[in-house]
């Protein structure tokens, strides 16, 4: 597998970095909340990306997703 | 070499902003002759000498926003990251600001402490210094927490390469340590981050921070290091530090120089991938997302 593109997202002095894999994988750092958000909705079934994006409905314990 | 104790500072009852302040002072006249990280370099950073860091007395920073990246139980936090580190790892995400100690903007303590406070006051839960590597700036990270509010949940993002005389200035200052544990022998610290006694270095320090504060331990894994270097650390944390909270992470990519390394040009796979994990629940490591 060959990494295809590494792309920077800034706005008024936020930034986050991700890396979209050729399989439609993508890996992303420093996630602002807006980033989150917009990662969750291109991936509905993301479950710790939805849970990144409302970290209000975060359970106490904080299981590791299956 | 570090020194195995701490040296002792000023832990009468202060609040924590008053003795980071007096910490911090302490920190700034230690920088003549700099032991700060393991490297322990003695080199005079107030007249303008450097060490393996390339640091000077000065500081700047590359980022300082509200982020839900790191663990669950610690986000949102305010996230800011000094530059500079005293480590080379190859494969380093933020490379460009790990490695130049004076890349992005000068810092100031009180300014970003107002960011932080007005962050917390919009949801954040936790404030993070992290770096490159916070520890060779220790005398502005301290100041910086003398800035913010005493009941600030602080976290303190190392690589944990600190020596026994940065422990000693840390010691009641922050919350949580969220402490790499990136390589499970000293020949791969050595090959992919130029960094000697790397396993015994972080092993001391990563002790002393349970002992002394919450520890979250991460890993990142590394295409070709489950077995040179996650199952070291997995093995050593279950006998060391049994039940301490691990996050092992699988979101590598090939930054900076890793393709320097053939085995760094792409991601981790999900065979190695399962493997890790598979043994992580094997010896009942404490994994949390």
New interface residues.
Partial sequence: ???KI?MAAQTA???S?F?I?PGGKI???????AM?KILSELDPDDE?MR???N?KI?SKD????S | MICAAPEKFSTHAQSRPALARERARSARGLLADCRLCAHNCGVNRLAGETGLCHAGADVHFFSAQTEVSDELELMPTFSVALSGCDMRCDFCITGKESWNPRAGAGFSAVEIAAQAEAALANGAKSIMVLGGEPTIHLPAALEFVAHLPADAKLIWKTNAHGSAQARGLLDGIFDVWLADFKFGNDACAQRLAKTPDYVRVVRVNLLWANDHSELIVRHLLMPGHVECCWQPVAEWLAENLPGVKVNLRSGFWPAWHARRHGELINPISMGENEMAFRLARELGINLIP
């Fill in positions: 597998m060959r990494t590494v002095n936020q930034h970095e890396l894999l890996l992303a750092h420093n996630i602002t909340p989150a710790p849970r990144r994006a970290p975060i904080n299981e590791l997703p």
